[in-house]
């Protein structure tokens, strides 16, 4: 309702657009509540040689927010490339010939997903490392090298 107020332009913009915000806060809880139990109990941190070294909450808090910000950055390349090449097209090809609206809308959906599932998983590498003098005391107790390494998951 209060995009009518909006100037057309506008207007068409925001509609486009207002998905974006709710589906990368979706996104985002999603991974907050199936991996709270994380949280609570803790991630495995690992040596350089992939021996465990134990059960870290705070290498979880990392891993969880680490995914958190890629689950949000995710939606933003699908949500936001399909409406630019469709209103791109919108005004010659699509009022010529309406029935390519279908098609072109999934060509842009499949390339915009194909680009922006590659860039949101490199945000953050698959096994990060952490400084073992950020981790608990009984992590720090366990190892003498400066740093420790955990997965931060999918």
Known sequence: RRAKSLPPTLKNIVQRFVPLPAVACASTCNVIFMRYHELNEGIEVVDEQNNPIGVSKVAAKKALTEMAMTRAFLPVPILSIPPLILLAFEKNILRRFPRLSLPLNTL??????????PISIALFPQRSKVSINELEKEIQARTNQPYVYYNKGL
């Open 108 to 117: 842009a959906c499949t390339f915009s997903f194909g680009l922006a599932l």
